[in-house]
Nanobody
Framework: VQLQASGGGLVQAGGSLRLSCAAS????????MGWFRQAPGKARDFVAD????????YYADSVKGRFTISRDNAKNTVYLQMNSLKPEDTAVYYC????????????????WGQGTLVTVSS
């Protein structure tokens, strides 16, 4: 499966952005989807994941209550709605796919998008 992330940009603290990740090349609904982020000089961190049907989601504590992951299998797209953004949310955000739940470990995912940069100014 090929993944294309989009929607990043510059936003002020307290603002919102919605990231999208469009999939192609395989049956999207077979895949567990995750969002990760990587700030400069730091490791790639788990943000959220969503089950194949969208019925189950899981969030990192740092984004719980502010971010929402969702998917539209008819559109082969997964989303990350980010509200109440903070400067510490600044990072390159990546979407990823795996056939069985990969959990919070980035190395468990098989397919990756190219990343989209989110910059939150204070």
């Amino acid at each position: 499966v090929q993944l294309q992330a989009s929607g990043g940009g510059l936003v002020q603290a307290g603002g919102s952005l919605r990231l999208s990740c469009a999939a192609s090349g395989s049956t999207f609904s077979r895949y567990y989807m995750g969002w990760f982020r990587q700030a400069p000089g730091k490791a790639r961190d788990f943000v959220a994941d969503i089950s194949e049907s969208g019925s189950s989601t899981y969030y990192a504590d740092s984004v719980k209550g502010r971010f929402t992951i969702s998917r539209d299998n008819a559109k082969n797209t997964v989303y990350l709605q980010m509200n109440s953004l903070k400067p510490e949310d600044t990072a390159v955000y990546y979407c990823a796919a795996v056939l069985r739940r990969g959990g919070t470990n980035w190395f468990a995912y098989d397919y990756w998008g190219q990343g989209t940069l989110v910059t939150v100014s204070s």
